[in-house]
């Protein structure tokens, strides 16, 4: 279902209204810089600064192919380890001010965040708003990653880096105040294609037990043939032109096999073309008798998510999630 086929929530459509107004090509009719720096961009005047948290370190772990970027988030209320560390003043663009409280524990619960932006854009900076509510609203040790970007890395390079990442994150977590034993994953759009990936195939190769998925509007499915020509653009530039791969389990998570995988919360916006993506892989999930469970948020688009500064019902999503991996981080494996 189309944005302008549903009742927008007034704040979505407001934002939605100054893009038009702000006016440019699509990210598929311009060079490749300038659709990046544009993604960024939105992250300046929709996400905000964010909240404040008790600490964010930068740093790097091993990948497949050299570093993989992290940036490591505490939530409010934590007692991080000892180190340097940054932290940012409270958004003045009116995000809410952290709103829950760290569980009296020894130990965090530990997420590990892959942001979206088609496999050819996003970064840890323009997913830093969201990462910081994420973090505070779930109580957990959150760790984004930024995972190699196509078309300079294609496919595999990007699951390769999110397989590596979610390694580390579950060997190191601990060192971090961290319980390797309450770990989530989170994505969004092509986040949550790569978290999945890597949850399925930790399963599939003795790595990391996972405790709880939560999927923002993920890809399940190829696209390749899409109508829409940005989300061509995107494909072709995650693959390339060689259409064998179409059908991995690895790119189209939603023809592997499922059996296994943990609880898993899927979230879909309800004007957005994903949307059937989602509502597809939940009933997959479901099938291969996972524990799974569709939200379809009402009046909303593909990436509403991140717009923390100006819309009422993001934040109120991510404050959904974050109590929905409190719920999951429950139960370790």
């Keep these: 279902m189309a944005a302008e086929e549903i009742a927008l929530d007034p704040e979505v459509a407001a934002v939605l209204e100054r893009m038009a107004a702000l006016g440019g090509p699509q990210p598929d009719q311009q060079p490749l810089a300038d659709a990046r ?5 939105i992250a300046v005047w929709a996400s905000g600064p964010g909240q404040e948290v008790a600490r964010v370190e930068d740093c790097t772990v091993p990948g497949p192919d050299g570093p993989v970027p992290v940036r490591v988030y505490w939530p409010a209320g934590a007692e991080p380890p000892g180190g340097p560390g940054t932290t940012r003043e409270p958004d003045p663009h009116g995000c809410t001010e952290p709103s829950c409280t760290v569980e009296p524990s020894r130990t965090l619960p530990v997420v590990a965040y892959f942001h979206g932006g088609g496999w050819v854009m996003g970064s840890i900076d323009s997913f830093d708003c969201v990462c910081r509510a994420l973090a505070n609203a779930s109580g957990a040790l959150l760790i984004s990653v930024g995972y190699r970007l196509a078309p300079e890395h294609r496919y595999p390079a990007a699951v390769r880096d999110a397989e590596a990442a979610l390694a580390w994150i579950a060997e190191y977590a601990s060192e971090l105040g961290g319980d390797p034993s309450r770990l989530a994953v989170v994505g969004d759009s092509a986040g949550a294609n790569l978290g999945t990936v890597a949850v399925r195939r930790a399963r599939d190769t003795g790595g990391p037990k996972v405790c709880f998925q939560a999927l923002i509007y993920p890809v399940a499915d190829q696209h390749r043939s899409d109508e829409d020509p940005a989300m061509r653009w995107m494909w072709e530039s995650y693959l390339g032109e060689d259409p064998s791969e179409d059908a991995s ?20 916006a309800e004007g957005d073309p994903l949307r059937a993506d989602g509502e597809a892989y939940a009933e997959a999930l479901a099938a291969a008798g996972v524990e799974a469970e569709c939200l379809v948020v009402d009046g909303t688009v593909h990436g509403f998510w991140r717009w923390q500064a100006l819309c009422s019902v993001a934040r109120r999503t991510v404050d959904d999630v974050g109590e929905a991996i409190r719920a999951g981080c429950r139960r370790r494996v």
């Design 249 to 268: 389990p690895d790119v189209a998570p939603a023809g592997a096999d499922l059996t296994g995988l943990p609880p898993t919360l899927v979230l879909c």
């Design 37 to 41: 720096a544009a993604h960024d961009a």
